[in-house]
């Protein structure tokens, strides 16, 4: 009897966890199809002063963003990884180029329109924050502070970014076949560590 009680009461115990399992499947699953990622090769342009056109600095920005949280029911945080691509054309001067690769992490948050009591709508948009560490060739860090009036966390392009506190910059999406978005820098040094 004692024997019976314990490989119901077990049995019981094993059915509600697999109800429970199946449950969250089925809500991490419908929670999925809203939070995918997304891979994005941004190209870091800057205009000098009032300028009409944005010079390539060769540079790329490559992010996989993906939804992790609404912040309020109008703002949306998501999360940011990637690689930070530095070409380091320093061909004036030392006739030589040297690609280096820095991790890149940080942040989107976007906030989407909503309605004040008196019909007022409130400011909408995006705002990217990144900040890169490590590199093989030149170790140092940087910042990316980004804005945008569209309110997506991947726009084709950020209109505003200011790079180590200096204004001028710009992200526009880079086109699909650009080598500089799959530069990879393994880290052991020498010629051969420059993977496309």
């Given at each position: 009897?004692?024997?019976?009680?314990?490989?119901?009461?077990?049995?019981?115990?094993?059915?509600s966890?697999?109800?429970?399992?199946?449950?969250?499947?089925?809500?991490?699953?419908?929670?999925?199809?809203?939070?995918?990622?997304?891979?994005?090769?941004?190209?870091?342009?800057?205009?000098?002063?009032?300028?009409?056109?944005?010079?390539?600095?060769?540079?790329?920005?490559?992010?996989?963003?993906?939804?992790?949280?609404?912040?309020?029911?109008?703002?949306?945080?998501?999360?940011v990884?990637?690689?930070?691509?530095?070409?380091?054309?320093?061909?004036?001067?030392?006739?030589?180029?040297?690609?280096?690769?820095?991790?890149?992490?940080?942040?989107?948050?976007?906030?989407?329109?909503?309605?004040?009591?008196?019909?007022?709508?409130?400011?909408?948009?995006?705002?990217?924050?990144?900040?890169?560490?490590?590199?093989?060739?030149?170790t140092?860090?940087h910042?990316?502070?980004?804005?945008?009036?569209?309110?997506?966390?991947?726009?084709?392009?950020?209109?505003?970014?200011?790079?180590?506190?200096?204004?001028?910059?710009?992200?526009?999406?880079?086109?699909?076949?650009?080598?500089?978005?799959?530069?990879?820098?393994?880290?052991?040094?020498?010629?051969?560590?420059?993977?496309?």
């Open positions: 009897m004692n024997r019976t009680f314990t490989s119901a009461f077990a049995l019981a115990i094993a059915l966890g697999a109800i429970a399992l199946s449950t969250s499947a089925r809500a991490d699953g419908d929670e999925g199809k809203n939070n995918k990622d997304k891979a994005v090769c941004y190209k870091v342009l800057y205009q000098k002063g009032n300028s009409r056109w944005a010079y390539d600095t060769k540079d790329r920005l490559f992010l996989n963003i993906l939804k992790h949280s609404d912040l309020t029911k109008d703002e949306t945080a998501y999360s990884h990637g690689t930070f691509i530095d070409v380091g054309d320093y061909g004036r001067y030392h006739k030589k180029t040297t690609t280096n690769m820095n991790v890149a992490t940080g942040t989107v948050v976007t906030k989407s329109h909503s309605y004040s009591g008196y019909d007022n709508k409130s400011d909408t948009g995006a705002r990217l924050g990144v900040e890169t560490a490590g590199g093989l060739y030149k140092t860090n910042t990316f502070d980004c804005s945008n009036s569209d309110d997506k966390a991947t726009p084709d392009s950020w209109e505003k970014c200011a790079l180590d506190g200096y204004e001028g910059y710009s992200l526009a999406t880079a086109d699909r076949g650009d080598d500089s978005c799959n530069f990879f820098q393994d880290g052991s040094g020498g010629d051969d560590n420059h993977h496309y």
